[in-house]
């Protein structure tokens, strides 16, 4: 047994290095993933993500393509179950000609796959895994595009003590991770600028109901609440019922709520006044974005908060395999190299984005937004001061 | 006892059982292919597809202890796989500071999973089919929340962010780590539970579980400790989950909430149903199609799923029994008995008496020992008395028969006598010992055995199966002496073999020889009965309680089982009661006859005595003229 | 402690809404569970086609943010194209997937409902997509009119709408069950499907009728739901079936008072839940007093405890 398990290894290894080492021409093809949970539970945003990349990929082939050679975007669906995750992580770098990956979206099933796509060098460029220890594990393939939930957390303490001027504050998370660790940081940050009556509860994503929970924040009285949801339509339902149950609080929305039709619209009028925070400046506000919007909200309907990361990731991601097929051939190694080079790219999220050593994005800000009408209006930045 | 059925081999279900030589083939067949295997794959993609496949195949084989064998819809099984798999994280992990090494973790996590399985069982055991299902479900669910929110108030299994960053699996100083040392380490335990999983289905065990499954009421009648067997199979369950949980834990090299939820269950209910419940190999192919096929699938999100749901439901109407169903590899086709030289098929009542021993030496009478005594017994369902203060005598080697129209209390009697009701007052005793409020089971130890009017065999099991559970009551190899294989438990196993095909071969051919191996559902009415009596007298019984034993047969056939229950007492020594309403049978061969109408004692003596009592005419023959 | 007692009214209103919605669920798995013993784990999908046909109907009926006719007609059509869309799929669904297996072990059918749920959703996020729908429902009612207050305690119009159609449905199948020839061949049925066919009564038209009242009020479950909390998505049968087959339960499964009860209970806890510990456990409340009613008295609330036949 100890035997074979030596000859296993040796031959493991030998499998391994041919993989590290693979370099391939272009016009055997070029292969870009992208791994998310596009059935179940967070199927909506997921099939966002994709389409948006989708978008990126067909514009690349329209041109022509990298070398002449059309660009092939493939779908790996985790179900939001990590060991599917890893199975797709497998499957994307055992491909030969995968150069890179879009996702993954979550961060538990970031987390799971680190190693796996990290020994392989394959670069994985996240648009929404903001949990921060992601990035603090020195794995270099790993990029994101949107802020860590730390930077978002502080910010959003920020707002809520010097522009809300609250005393009072209830925080309710929804119980993903994404949430949860916004939550958390946020709670350290109001803590940390001296907010004391806090009251913090958590919601199930999904459920349609949360007047209990509500009914329980009316009793508190804050001034504020902090209504924590991955989703816009989770957060309109949260204003909708906020308001009906007689809350007065300023409700303050996620990054997921700045959505013109599934927060605003559908929450009818319950939303005028509150305020919501983005990583980025409005999209709709970006004469670069124009382009995107029109040719997303043709194909596939409404535009959420998800879909406009996912363009800039898939952009990023195939300038730098165009780079490495300068030569003629491409390797991972390669593509890797020039994605962490990434510096002052100008896409259409409004700021110029350039990537840290650790993979993080430089200089994070967070953007405030007040409901006004049918529009969100931008009220403030803040970048961690 | 008839020669010819002896010389018959039995055919086998499986490829563990087949001759030595055979079964060598099988073995090197198998391990090769594991040895081969993982060096051969084209990626690590595929090797991990194959080192999941080893761990969904014993998720498997472990849920189909608990659904397949014993039929328990368990619907909390994943949790334990999840319990397994953190307690391994909160084990070995910068968690809690916790090294523990492996070789320590791996049986912790399968006997901690084990002990809560039994917790869990302890509580919902007398919850039946659905109702089980429900509580499983529900105690799932609390699981999964559990996982999400004990976060806070301390950090114990890391909320929705999970726990990973395990230590790596280090056996006496044997690393595993590379992927292909995962995927011989995860088949071997695979291969483990496989083997282990064939032992206890061939066991006295497996066949426990499995009349469980068919009938619960007839295995506790038939002297299945039937509590003890479910708490066993929800251990066994949850031991192999477990077990397969830390594994997996280990190998994804992290845990999250999500890993254990509603999805994992149905995929892991679909590997057993696709395969076959109960049957081992088809889990182990319904695992590995399952495990495979989705891969293919995968770049076709939401048409995936949906092509998922239509197989089950096809699978479900053109093959419910699955894939490999009740079949097994090799099952020879054997010569019926029943034809002669032409081909011709010929009366199996000619068979019978072909087959018949020669007279028994030794005749036994009617003693004078009392051998059971009701004094006073009283069944009372809420106002309705079914039997109403009866007091009964049975000698030792009497026949006795009960007559009584419809609804006299005559099944409740035997209901009382067999301990499946306890009666609401009075006592029984049997050779003098009060057994009043014994389980069913308990009293079958004692030594009487039942049949039933409405025949309850386990009909998906074998003829000579159904006869074997009759010896349940009377082996005691553990879970241990079935695994390893303990000479006790292969000696026990002899002599049940023994003991079944004797008290078989008493009815001839009809179900000796090719009828050991078939299904009981595909047996003839009658024969069905002579199976019931066949299951009763293998459990050793001294006193044998037949319910109707001649109903649905023929009239020659009702000369035979007349005849037949005659020399149970005549040449077995056995003592009779038997409830009958073919008034010719009761003449024949009772020694008294005691005759109920609505629960009260009307009459009783010998037969010519109670069939000329005035009371018994107007209540049993009278009411049938005036009809 | 008084920051909970002010509370309570809000609570018990949240609780009752809530409460009303999971019955509606309860009643199409009481009583396909009366009739055939099967859990029907498509219900839920079920509840979610309802759902989204409210949300069409009402979508086609605005234009620019107006309803065409009359608000109440548009929700009285709502609901029954609701009705009619989900009945026809519990029909459907009875017919292709349910009806081969009738005398399979129960496992089988349970897997094959299993199926159909998973088909369904699926079937569902193919053709709908993953987007959440919204029910505009400002032009139904007008504004000064949503809300109104008794006390502190707040009531919606919308609230008020789902519990009085909740027990106008309710009190429509009582009748039916209790006062008509066909309510008795369903009774009859539930008792003993098989002594039901010798005595004459239809088995397969009972069971295709069972199928079609439980899933049209499944549908109208959906709708009401739609308009009470505005939103319907393909993922929403789970959750709701997952707790509307709780509901049953608790009241004791096959029994159609019991399903009420057990909504309306399974609801008020939940809220009640929430009001005195942290929200996350309020589903773990919840479970575990089904389990602990299960076992106590596993029949149910008010289900009837069957002695076994021997």
Redesign the interface.
Known sequence: ??K??H???F???V??LS?LAHSAPVSKGIHVGNAGA???DA?APC?EIFNSAQIAVDEWNARGGIQGVKIEH????D?????QG???A??F???DLMYGVVGPPM??IA??TL?IYGSADLVTITTAAS?PELTEQGYKHFFRVNARNDAHGWNSALFIKNYLKAKRVAVLNE???YC??MSKETLAGLEKLGITDIMQE?IVGGAKDYSPVLTKVKAFKPDVLFFIATTAPDQAIGVRQAKELGIDAVFFGTEGARDKKDFIEASEGAAQGAYVYHFAPDIYSIPEAADYVRKYENQYGVLSGFGPPAYEAMNILLSAIDKAAQDGDISRKEVLQYVSQTHGYQGILGFPITFDPKGDLAGGATYFFQVEGQDFKPITVMTGQ | MNEPSRSISLPHANPLTGRPANRLLVFAVVAAVL?IA??SM?????L??YS?TGIWVMLALGLNVV?GFAGL?DLAYVAFFGIGAYIFALLSSSQFDLHLPFVLVLPMAAFITMGIGIGLGA??I??????L???TL??A??FK??L??LDTPINITG????I?GFDPINIFG?RIV????YA?LIWLCALTVTGGSFRLKRSRIGRGWEAIREDE?AAEAMGVNTTWMKLMAFAGGACIAGAAGAL?ASF???V?P??F????L?IV??MV?LGG?GNITGVILGAVILSILP?FL?????????S??????VL??LR?QGLMGEFGFRRKTQKRPDKDETGRLRASTDLYYDGQAPAATKRYVKGARIMLELQNITQD?GGLKAVDNLSLTLYEKEILSIIGPNGAGK?TLF?LISG?YPPTSGSIYFEGADITGLKPHQIVRAGIART?QNLRLFSQMSVLDNAKVGQFCRTQAGPLAVLFHLPRHQKEEAQTEEIAKEALGLFGARLTGYRFAQQAVFLSYANRRRIEIARAMATDAKVLLLDEPSAGMNPQETAEITEFIRRLRDAFGYTLLLIEHKLNVVRTISDRVIALDSGVKIAEGRYEEVAGSEQVIEAYLGRKKGR | MELYWQQLPQQLVNGLTLGGVYALIAIGYTMV?GIL?M?NFAHGEVYMIGGFTGWWVLHLLTRNNEILMNAALVIALMLIIAMGVSGLVGIMAER??YR??RN?????????A??????????I??YQGAKVRTFHIASLIPESFRVFHIGSTVFSFMRTLVIAVTFLLMALLTILIKKTKVGKAMRATAQDIEAAAFMGVDVDRIVVLVFLIGSALGGAAGTLVGLLFTQVDYYVG?QAG?KG??AA?LGG?GSIYGAMLGGILLGLTESLAVTFL?A??K??VA??I??TV??VR?WGLVGERI??K?
């Open positions: 047994m100890k074979t398990i000859v296993s290894l031959l493991a290894a499998v391994c993989g596009f059935t179940g199927a099939n493939v779908m790996g669906d179900a939001m179950d990590p060991a890893v199975n797709v497998h499957k770098v055992a491909d961060s538990h987390q799971a190693k949990k119980k993903v991770a949860e660790n958590t | 040895a993982p060096l084209p990626n690590n993609y595929w991990r597809i999941m659904a819809l509580t919902s007398r919850l039946k089919g659905d109702y299902a429900i509580v529900a105690f669910q609390i929340l559990l999400l929110n909320g929705v962010n999970g990973f044997l590379s992927p292909v040392a011989y009421l997996f994804q090299d992290s999250f999500n890993n939820d509603f999805p994992q149905v209910y679909c149903i419940l891969e995968r770049e076709y999100g939401a048409y995936r799923m949906m998922y749901g239509l197989i089950l439901i479900m109407a419910p369902f099944t209901n499946i039933f | 569970y013993g859990l292709l997937a081969p297996l399979a072990p129960r496992m089988n059918l349970l897997l094959s299993l199926g159909v749920s998973i088909f369904l959703q699926n079937l996020l193919t789970f997952l087959f709780t339960v499964i942290p996350a456990y589903d773990v479970f575990v089904l389990i299960l076992i596993p002695p076994e021997v």
